[in-house]
């Protein structure tokens, strides 16, 4: 079992910043990908940004050049950087860890946490 604690949504005017945490505990050598997904009200969920494999990372086009995932192994925490916020990157942020960086009802998911951008 993993365990995922997600911190650091809000609400946040359009042209700012957030950064996102989310720390891992539990079996977390079983993790091979970790990363940010998000939903928005009546869409699907999406990828936002993801280690895969190590160190490789994956980014949605749509917020490419605006946010950075980086991480902190020895806290066993991803961390989510955005900056240059739209309105449209209102969402639910769920951090997610597990045998893939695809969507994966196999992969353990966090609580999410609200990101709200005003314009």
């Known amino acids: 079992q993993v365990q995922l604690v997600e911190s650091g949504g809000g609400l946040v005017q359009a042209g700012g910043s957030l950064r996102l945490s989310c720390a891992a505990s539990?079996?977390?050598?079983?993790?091979?990908?970790m990363g940010w997904y998000r939903q928005a009200p009546g869409k699907q969920r999406e990828l936002v940004a993801i280690?895969?494999?190590?160190?490789?990372?994956k980014y949605s086009d749509s917020v490419k050049g605006r946010f950075t995932i980086s991480r902190d192994d020895a806290k066993n925490t991803v961390y989510l950087q955005m900056n240059s916020l739209k309105p449209e990157d209102t969402a639910v942020y769920y951090c997610?860890?597990?045998?893939?960086?695809?969507?994966?009802?196999?992969?353990?998911w966090g609580q999410g946490t609200q990101v709200t951008v005003s314009s």
């Open positions: 997610t860890a597990g045998p893939t960086w695809r969507y994966s009802t196999n992969n353990y």
């Open positions: 539990g079996s977390t050598f079983s993790i091979n990908a």
């Open positions: 280690f895969s494999s190590g160190a490789v990372r």
